[in-house]
């Protein structure tokens, strides 16, 4: 089966970045190249792009904020799956209301 590769010229026009930063991104595993980037991926290059044009910030610096980044974003979707969590928890615990009583049998 061939698997077809995204070259980093291609990434370059689709992104604007330079050829060698492409490239650097792809070695650091930090954006894919099978067979296609994704959007995300497209995403993350728009974003390199912005960080090193706006804020002339180094290869390395946009390496340690992307990383962060992701930690963060993780982070989010921790937070909300654990309110979800406990708004199930409190509607279960609103609606199953357990009452403990002995049942005693009077004969008349």
């Known amino acids: 089966m061939l698997i077809r590769r995204i070259n980093p010229e291609t990434l370059a026009a689709q992104t ?10 792809i070695d650091l595993g930090l954006i894919g190249t099978l067979p296609e980037p994704t959007e995300t991926d497209l995403r993350e290059l728009r974003r390199v792009r912005r960080l090193i ?31 979800m969590e406990l708004a199930e928890r409190h509607r279960v615990e609103r609606t199953s209301v357990w009452i403990e009583a002995e049942w005693v049998e009077t004969r008349e």
């Not at 604007?16 to 991104?25: D, K, S, T």
């Not at 930690?71 to 921790?78: D, G, I, M, S």
């Open 16 to 25: 604007g970045l330079p050829v060698e930063v492409i490239q650097e991104l």
């Open 53 to 83: 044009d706006t804020l002339g910030l180094s290869h390395e610096a946009v390496d340690v904020i992307l990383q962060m980044r992701r930690r963060l974003v993780a982070l989010q979707n921790e937070v909300a799956r654990l309110r």
